[in-house]
C-alpha cells in the first residue's frame, strides 16, 4: 500500500461510524422526538455497535449536540456581502431556513431537552454556538474593520437567533422576508444605542 492510500483511508470508517449515528439520530428524532430515543435505537437504526456509540458519544444527548452543530454548520452560512447589514440579512435567512427545515423544530426541541449545567460541558446547549460563534465574530470584525458600527455576538443571538428560535418552538410562524429584515433592523439600532 503506498502513501497516498493509507492517507485515504484515514478517518473512513470514523466517518462513514459518525455519518450513520448522526443519520439515524436525526430519523428518530424526527419521529419520535429526543426524550424517546435511546442509543440502543440509535445502534440498531444505524447499523453501529452501541459499544462503539458509546465510546464515542457516552449519551443521547451529545448524539444530539453533535448533530445540531453539523447542522447549524451546514446550513447557516456566514456570509460576506461587503456590508454589515447585508450580512446580517443573509445570516438571518440562512439561520431561518435551517431551524425550519423538514427536522428542525424536533431537533431545535431536542436542544432545548438537553440538561444545561451538566457535569459534561460537551453537553451545554451554549456549545452548540461556538463553532458558528466564532464565524459570526470574524463576520462582526469585519464590519468594523469596514468603518461600520461596533456589533457585539450576543446582540446578533439576542437580537436574531433567539426571536426566530421563539417562533419556530411556539409555532407561531410569519418568519419571511420582511419579519427577517425588522429583526436585523432592530438588532442594528439596539447596538447604536449601546
Do not use: C, K
Amino acid at each position: 500500500m503506498n502513501e497516498d492510500q493509507v492517507r485515504r483511508r484515514t478517518g473512513g470508517r470514523s466517518a462513514r461510524v459518525r455519518e450513520a449515528v448522526l443519520g439515524a439520530t436525526a430519523e428518530l428524532i424526527a419521529e419520535h422526538g429526543h426524550a424517546r430515543i435511546s442509543i440502543a435505537q440509535i445502534a440498531e437504526r444505524s447499523g453501529v455497535h452501541q459499544t462503539s456509540i458509546y465510546r464515542r458519544w457516552r449519551s443521547t444527548d451529545a448524539i444530539v449536540l453533535e448533530l445540531a452543530v453539523e447542522r447549524l454548520s451546514a446550513t447557516s452560512v456566514i456570509p460576506d456581502t461587503g456590508t454589515l447589514r447585508g450580512d446580517l440579512v443573509a445570516y438571518a435567512h440562512g439561520a431561518a431556513a435551517s431551524i425550519e427545515g423538514p427536522d428542525g423544530l424536533a431537533l431545535l426541541q431536542a436542544l432545548v431537552a438537553l440538561p444545561a449545567g451538566s457535569a459534561d460541558p460537551g453537553l451545554d446547549p451554549r456549545t452548540v454556538l461556538a463553532p458558528r460563534g466564532r464565524d459570526l465574530q470574524d463576520m462582526l470584525d469585519r464590519a468594523v474593520a469596514r468603518g461600520e458600527p461596533q456589533l457585539h455576538l450576543l446582540d446578533v443571538l439576542d437580537g436574531i437567533v433567539a426571536p426566530l428560535y421563539l417562533r419556530v418552538l411556539f409555532r407561531i410562524g410569519g418568519i419571511d422576508e420582511a419579519y427577517l429584515d425588522s429583526l436585523v433592523v432592530r438588532t442594528l439600532a439596539a447596538a447604536a444605542t449601546d
